[in-house]
Structures are given as C-alpha cells and as structure tokens.
C-alpha cells in the first residue's frame, strides 16, 4: 500500500512507519487528521520526528499532526497561507519559522507548553513568558498591517530585545512618531533612542523634531 493516500492533490492520509517524512511534490493541502486517528481519540503517528511539507502546499488542515508527541521539527514553505485549529497540538516543536505568505492561523494550532521561539516577516520572539495569553493570530496580522501594535504587544509581554534585534522592520516614515511613543510609555529606552536615531538618520527630520 502506498504510504501517501492522495486524492485531489491532497494528503488524505498518511499509512508509513518513517521517523522523518518527506511529503511528495505536486500536494496543495494537508487534509484534516492526515496523520491522527480520529477514530481513536485522534491518537497521533507516535514515531514521527520531523516533516518536509514542499512549496504547492497551501493550508494544513484541523488536527492534521495533532498528537504526534514525538514531532520536533517541521518545514514550512514559502506556499503556504493558512493552519487550522489543532493542526499541531500536542507535539514538541519547540522552534518554528512561518513563511512570509501564511495568512492565518489558528491560535491553538500549536502547543504552546513547547513551543518556545517563532519567527515572522524577520521578526524572532520567545513565548517563554507570554504562552498562556499571547494572541498569535492577532500578533501576526499587526505585524503584517499595523506594526505599531504588534511592537506595543512585544513591549508589554517582556520581549523588548526581540524588538531591538529587528527594530528596523517595524518602522516606516508614516509610523515612526507612534513607534517612540510607544517605547517611552513602555519604558523601552534603549529601544527608544535607536527609533529616535533612525529617525533623525534616515528620514532627515530636523532636530526640534526629535523630541516628542
């Protein structure tokens, strides 16, 4: 029997035994519970370690890896827009880099007690500390539109240096006055002062200007 059960470009079902899977070219979306057992309290492939998803994937489905307790590592490509509900809970990823493309996610998509390190549109930041009440989707789509509260959101859940790492992608000519706002109610000095010096370097605002 073939280990892929494809119909329709998608991944319908995953029958193999392999630690590390290679998912074959030519699949556009992971079905719902391609590699749980739904009709056995979704009991997840206990054996899998890492997934290669390849570019044409466009979503992953609901609680297409759900309880694959083993599962560390995933590849994600560049194709792909959503991930559903549960599509990885109950794994330990604990690292994870979504593509520029993804649109949407369900914020219960991964387990959250792992997972501790996500990276988006250049930006890296930690949930050790803000797991339990981080809004993920809503985080990911500030950062796509309007940074000023996705950097208001990093500021208030302790994440200051992530900020400061890739400070230079929150910032346009248009929001930069909101960003140095924000630094100084959050008491981001340091961050403060790199906004103040961008500004002032890069947009050739007048030094009266500086001070807000």
């Given at each position: ?9 998608v991944l319908v079902k ?20 391609a590699f749980c057992d ?136 248009k929001n930069i006055d ?35």
């Amino acid at each position: 029997m073939n280990q892929f059960e494809i119909k329709d470009n998608v991944l319908v079902k995953y029958h193999g035994k392999e630690d590390y899977i290679m998912i074959p070219d030519g699949i556009t979306r992971i079905g719902e519970y391609a590699f749980c057992d739904r009709k056995n309290l979704c009991m997840g492939i206990m054996q899998i370690k890492g997934v290669y998803i390849p570019e044409g994937v466009v979503s992953i489905g609901y609680s297409a890896f759900r309880n694959c307790y083993n599962l560390e590592r995933v590849s994600l490509p560049e194709s792909l827009v959503r991930i559903e509900s549960f599509a990885f809970h109950n794994t330990r990823i604990k690292e994870i880099a979504f593509p520029d493309s993804l649109r949407y996610i369900n914020n219960d998509a991964f387990y959250f007690y792992y997972l501790k390190k996500i990276s988006y549109l250049g930006v890296t930041f930690s949930l050790s500390n803000i797991k339990h009440y981080f809004n993920l989707s809503h985080f990911m789509k500030s950062l796509r539109t309007d940074k000023v509260p996705a950097m208001e959101m990093l500021l208030k859940t302790g994440q200051e240096q992530a900020v400061i790492q890739s400070y230079e992608k929150f910032i346009s000519r248009k929001n930069i006055d909101r960003l140095i706002r924000v630094a100084i109610e959050q008491k981001a000095y340091q961050l403060q002062t790199l906004l103040t010096d961008y500004k002032y370097q890069h947009f050739q605002f007048k030094q009266k200007d500086l001070y807000l």
